[in-house]
C-alpha cells in the first residue's frame, strides 16, 4: 500500500503567507495577524511565571510585558536562520516580562538576603557532601528548623526568576533556554552549535546528579510542560511543596554550573 498523500494544512499555508508579506512588504495586517496568531504564547509564558508570584502580581500586567515582548520577536525574527520562531518568541516574552519586574523592584531585600544564605549554605554542603543536601541536612547545616527552611524557599519560588532558563547565562535577555538545548533537527546547524551542545552536556550532566524527586520536578516542569499543580498530583504532594522542591532544584543546578569546568 503507497504511502497516504500529505495534504498540507491550510492555517500553516496562511500563516507562512503572513510572514512573507510582514518581512518582505512591511504589511501592518500581516504583522498583526501574525501578533494574534500568537498571543497564546503570550499567556502561556505569563501563567507559568505568574504561578510563582505573589497575588498582588496582576497576571494581565504580566501578559500586557509579554506582548511586547511578542511583537519585538515578530519584528526581529529572521525566517533564514531555520530557527523555531515559538522557541525564540518564548524567550523574548520571558524576558520583556522579567524585565519589567526587575524594573519595579518588588522583591523585598530581606528574601534576596535570604535567597543568597540559602544558595551560599547548599554550596559549602555540595562541596562538603559531593552531592545536594537533603531538606534536614540542610536545615541543620543552617541551624533552623525544617518547616522554617522549607517555608523560606517556598517564599524563594515567588522571586520568578529564580528558573532554569537563566542558569547558563543569567541575567541576559538572549541567554540560552532549555527549549534552545534541545535537539531541533529541522533547524540549520548554526555557528555556535559547539557552544550549545557542551551547555546541553552541562545541563543534563547537573539535572542527573540531582537527588530523584529533584530530577523529575525539573523534567517534568521543563521538558513535559506540565504545571506545577499537575506535577503535584504525580508526584502526590502540595502545590506548594512542588514550588520547594523546584527551587532547591534550581539553586543547586545553579551552584553546579557556576564551578569549573562548566563556568565559562
Not at 543536601?133 to 519560588?157: F, I, N, R, V, W
Not at 548554526?190 to 530523584?212: Q, V, Y
Not at 530530577?215 to 514550588?243: F, K
Request: proline share 5%.
Amino acid at each position: 500500500m503507497s504511502d497516504p498523500i500529505r495534504v498540507p494544512d491550510p492555517a500553516e499555508h496562511e500563516l507562512q503567507e503572513l510572514w512573507k508579506k510582514f518581512k518582505t512588504e512591511g504589511d501592518s495586517r500581516s504583522r498583526e495577524g501574525l501578533i494574534l496568531h500568537y498571543s497564546p504564547l503570550v499567556k502561556f509564558v505569563a501563567g507559568r511565571l505568574g504561578a510563582g508570584l505573589p497575588r498582588n502580581v496582576d497576571a494581565q500586567d504580566l501578559i500586557s510585558y509579554g506582548t511586547f515582548g511578542l511583537i519585538d520577536a515578530i519584528d526581529k525574527f529572521d525566517l533564514d536562520l531555520g530557527y523555531k520562531f515559538q522557541t525564540y518568541a518564548v524567550k523574548r516574552i520571558k524576558g520583556a516580562i522579567l524585565d519589567e519586574l526587575r524594573a519595579l523592584d518588588w522583591v523585598p531585600r530581606s528574601v534576596r538576603s535570604r535567597a543568597r544564605e540559602i544558595q551560599r549554605s547548599m554550596a559549602e554542603m555540595e562541596h562538603t557532601l559531593q552531592r545536594s543536601p537533603t531538606d534536614e541536612e540542610l536545615a541543620s547545616h543552617m541551624d533552623m528548623p525544617l518547616k522554617q527552611l522549607q517555608d523560606h524557599l517556598g517564599e524563594l519560588s515567588t522571586l520568578g526568576f529564580i528558573a532554569l532558563d537563566d542558569l547558563l547565562n543569567p541575567g541576559e535577555r538572549d541567554s540560552s533556554a532549555v527549549g534552545d538545548l534541545l535537539a531541533d533537527p529541522k533547524a540549520l546547524d548554526p555557528s555556535g552549535s559547539f557552544e550549545k551542545e557542551e551547555s546541553r552536556f552541562a545541563l543534563a550532566d547537573s539535572i542527573n546528579r540531582l537527588p530523584e524527586r529533584e530530577r523529575l520536578v525539573v523534567t517534568l516542569y521543563y521538558y513535559e510542560g506540565l504545571t506545577l499543580a499537575e506535577i503535584g498530583r504525580v508526584l502526590t504532594v502540595t502545590e506548594s511543596r512542588v514550588c520547594q522542591i523546584h527551587t532547591k532544584a534550581v539553586m543547586s543546578l545553579r551552584n553546579r554550573l557556576m564551578e569549573p569546568p562548566y563556568q565559562r
